[in-house]
């Protein structure tokens, strides 16, 4: 039974552990919900106000309208615009949260944070068209983080984010400013989809799903300026060799989870660590502090730091089972409510610290980016005060940790291929694209869901696909579930990379001093380091004179179910990437929606999202999707 609920080993071992002590998980709670509501899953369910819920007939016997009038296509995109909305505002809070920390910084009001990558911050500023010369750090610091903060503010309806307008091509832009699907400012674009749809505005499902695709695009601005920026404070990943799944956990450790998404709380809990590693000694901690990740803070910190990496979104809980975790710390977003409760269980501090995010039961500890130090020390110190009522007897470590080599930011994959050619880094990648040695590009990303056996979908896929000579990048819970699974290591490419693929990547890990080939999937990161993906694939679309929707890259997310994800599969497709999803989008209630998500949407803008719940099948599709495209640019 455990086995269909996920593939990770770890969870087989936890699973009855957790029976056992009476705890349930989150697949304990998926299966108490079944059946889910069908009205919910094909979208036409409406509670945006208190004459309803509202709910379609699908069979056409009953309702074809709401209270108010609005039919499925109507309340199907509206309802998705909104999860559009949500996700935008997640990872654009996140970013702008990183962008006020850079302003800080540059007028020296936050001690804790530095700029480590100083080069980073040039080549922002150049990026964003920022005049630095004969400028100090601190002053191109100021400059870029108001650029920023531009994107946030900017009230003229025709001039396009920073951020957006420096990190597409030009024909894309072009293209997508057409449509008027460009945003101006990120929360005006998001507070507009919001008044949208309202009950009595716009019921055009067309105007309402553009209206969706300029706040995905608002989105993946917010995306660009957090991974960058966090690049620019804690250093731009490079790679390095590190681990993953719940066998990271030390048992002679005060055992540190951080989980969440922002990566300005984790990255001084691992600093303030380093000095505080003595006094959990002195506890009896003989391997003194270890701190791992969880979901995409876990990834921030593994591809800038190299920290194992212990869980991804659906295995949070299992850390916590281990009864070995003495201090899970969390920031924002896909943190399950129900850790509190089985921290509780165990004796494990669970500890939340931001202010618009808290759990009942758990221990609050405020993290302000002025008083960061502090806080953290306050942290970890609850974790060693926690690690000494830490029963023994309860510690079950699953033995599974794979070697995982990670850190592939835009730099470092250019830095790998200019040890093959200095004077023109991305020539060696775009002749291996051209005579076939590589079929092309598929970036995996986003979530584990309840609906997917555990990673099962992104090993199936990345395993085909790796046969068919595809080469791969992956960010999220994808990365976590690579990692896991063994499929970030030179051996995985050893074993399933296709002959020419194999040859590549070999080439290029050789060259660039790895001693062996490139792992088979490279990590770039987090959700919002999805944006290092389109760099790459922007760099090579300009150096070929062509737009995004030419290239053989596609996307996948074979396990989605965050709203953060709608809006990242939106933008992937805005900007002409096919985009597959794994799991069922809830918008099958409306024809129409559907149709203009998976085919009108390939006319409009070149991409479009393919939905194929079979992951065999859905490798399949994506390998045709690549040779049409190979087709159309005559390789
Ligand atoms: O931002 S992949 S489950 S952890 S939403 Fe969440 Fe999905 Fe994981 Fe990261 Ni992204
Ligand atoms: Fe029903 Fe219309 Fe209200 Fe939605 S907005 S709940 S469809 S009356």
Redesign the pocket.
């Known amino acids: 039974m455990t086995m269909k609920l996920s593939t990770d080993p770890s969870a087989a071992t936890l699973l009855p552990i957790a029976k056992k002590e009476g705890i349930s998980t989150v697949w304990d709670r998926h299966r108490a919900m079944q059946p889910q509501c069908g009205f919910g899953q094909l979208g036409v369910c409406c509670r945006i106000c208190w004459k309803g819920p509202c709910r379609i007939d699908p069979f056409g016997d009953g309702p074809q309208r709401g209270i108010c009038g609005a039919d499925a296509d109507t309340i199907v995109a509206r309802n998705v615009i909104r999860m559009i909305a949500a996700g935008a505002a997640g990872h654009s809070e996140h970013g702008r949260h990183v962008a006020l920390a850079l302003q800080g910084v540059a007028e020296g009001r936050l001690p804790a944070y530095q700029i480590r990558d100083e080069a980073k911050l040039r080549a922002v500023a150049a990026k964003l068209g920022i005049c630095t010369e004969g400028e100090d750090i601190p002053a191109i610091a100021a400059a870029v983080a108001k650029a920023t903060l531009e994107d946030f503010q900017n009230q003229d309806h025709d001039a396009p984010c920073n951020w957006v307008e420096a990190s597409l091509t030009k024909k894309r832009l072009e293209r997508l400013q057409a449509l008027h699907v460009v945003p101006h400012n990120i929360d005006a674009v998001i507070t507009q989809i919001m008044g949208r749809t309202l009950v009595g505005c716009d019921a055009d499902p067309v105007n309402l799903i553009l209206g969706g695709i300029k706040g995905a695009l608002a989105d993946f601005d917010g995306m660009c300026l957090a991974t960058e920026l966090s690049d620019v404070l804690f250093g731009t990943p490079s790679p390095v060799v590190t681990a993953a799944n719940l066998g990271v956990i030390k048992p002679d450790a005060v055992n540190i989870a951080v989980h969440g998404?922002n990566p300005l709380l984790s990255e001084v809990v691992c600093e303030v660590a380093g000095q505080m590693d003595e006094e959990a000694r002195k506890a009896g901690a003989k391997d003194g502090i270890n701190i791992v990740g969880i979901?995409?803070t876990g990834?921030e910190v593994m591809v800038r730091h190299g920290i194992p990496l212990a869980a991804?979104?659906l295995s949070q809980e299992l850390a916590l089972v281990t009864g070995a975790v003495d201090a899970m710390v969390v920031d924002v977003?896909?943190i399950m409510p129900s850790v509190s409760e089985i921290g509780a269980c165990f004796h494990t501090a669970v500890i939340t610290t931001m202010a618009e995010n808290k759990i009942p039961g758990a221990t609050h500890v405020e993290f302000r980016e002025e008083t960061a130090l502090e806080n953290a020390r306050r942290i970890v110190a609850t974790a060693i005060e926690a690690y000494k009522r830490r029963d023994p007897r309860r510690v079950n470590i699953p033995d599974f940790k794979q070697t995982a080599i990670v850190g592939f930011g835009v730099e470092s994959v250019v830095g790998a291929l200019a040890t093959l050619n200095a004077e023109d880094p991305l020539q060696p990648l775009i002749e291996n694209i051209a005579n076939g040695n590589i079929r092309g590009i598929a970036l995996f990303?986003?979530?584990?869901s309840t609906q997917v056996a555990q990673d099962s979908s992104f090993v199936t896929m990345a395993k085909k696909l790796a046969a068919n000579n595809v080469l791969m990048l992956a960010t999220?819970?994808?990365a976590?579930a690579f990692a896991k699974h063994g499929l970030m290591t030179q051996e995985a490419t050893l074993e399933y990379a296709g002959d020419s693929l194999k040859a590549v990547m070999t080439a290029i890990g050789t060259s660039a001093g790895l001693n062996g080939p490139l792992p088979l999937v490279l990590h770039m990161g987090?959700?919002?380091d999805n944006s290092r993906a389109v760099q790459v694939a922007v760099a090579v679309a300009d150096k070929l004179g062509v737009d995004l929707d030419q290239l053989p890259l596609v996307a996948s997310a074979p396990e989605?179910?965050?709203e953060?994800?709608v809006a990242i599969g939106t933008w992937s497709v805005a900007l002409g990437i096919p985009t597959h999803l794994g799991t069922m989008p809830q918008v099958t209630g409306s024809a129409k929606v559907t149709e203009l998500l998976t085919q009108t949407a390939k006319d409009l803008l070149g991409g479009y999202f393919l939905v194929e719940l079979d992951p065999n099948l859905a490798a399949d599709k994506l390998l045709e999707v690549i040779e049409e495209r190979r087709k159309g640019l005559g390789i």
């Open positions: 998404h979901c995409c990834n991804n979104y977003q896909c990303a986003g979530c584990n999220g819970c994808g976590g987090s959700c919002v989605a179910m965050s953060k994800a």
